[in-house]
Nanobody, 121 residues
Framework: QVQLVESGGGLVQAGDSLTLSCAAS????????MGWFRQAPGKERELVAA????????YYLNSVKGRFTVSRDNAKNTVDLQMTSLKPEDTASYYC??????????????WGQGTQVTVSS
C-alpha cells in the first residue's frame, strides 16, 4: 500500500505559477511511477504528467507541454508538478497517483485525495 497526500493547490490568476507537491508513504521501497491527473467538472479525468521511478522518462499532456514540469525526489518520496503560465482551462482538481512497475500508462493503483487548482482570467 502507498499513501499519497497532495498539497499546493489554490486560486491564482492567469499567467501565474503554482507548484503541487505529493508526499508518498507506506510501501515506498518498491519502484513505482508517479502521475499527476486532473479532472474538471463535467470532464473526464486526464493524465497531465508522469515520471518513471528513475526520472529518466517523463510524459506530458500536449496542452501543458512547455508549461508544466514533473520531478521527483526518491530519497524524500516526493513528486512535484511545477505549473507556469497557468490558464483558466487548467482549472481542475489535481490528483497524484502511483503505479508499480516501469511503465507510466494507466491504470494507476494508488491515489491521493486531490487538490484544487483554480485559475481566474
Amino acid at each position: 500500500q502507498v499513501q499519497l497526500v497532495e498539497s499546493g493547490g489554490g486560486l491564482v490568476q492567469a499567467g501565474d505559477s503554482l507548484t503541487l507537491s505529493c508526499a508518498a508513504s507506506g510501501r515506498t521501497s518498491s519502484s513505482y511511477a508517479m502521475g499527476w491527473f486532473r479532472q474538471a467538472p463535467g470532464k473526464e479525468r486526464e493524465l497531465v504528467a508522469a515520471i518513471t521511478w528513475s526520472g529518466g522518462y517523463t510524459y506530458y499532456l500536449n496542452s501543458v507541454k512547455g508549461r508544466f514540469t514533473v520531478s521527483r525526489d526518491n530519497a524524500k518520496n516526493t513528486v512535484d508538478l511545477q505549473m507556469t503560465s497557468l490558464k483558466p482551462e487548467d482549472t481542475a482538481s489535481y490528483y497524484c497517483a502511483a503505479r508499480y512497475g516501469s511503465g507510466i500508462t494507466p491504470p494507476y493503483h494508488y491515489w491521493g485525495q486531490g487538490t484544487q487548482v483554480t485559475v481566474s482570467s
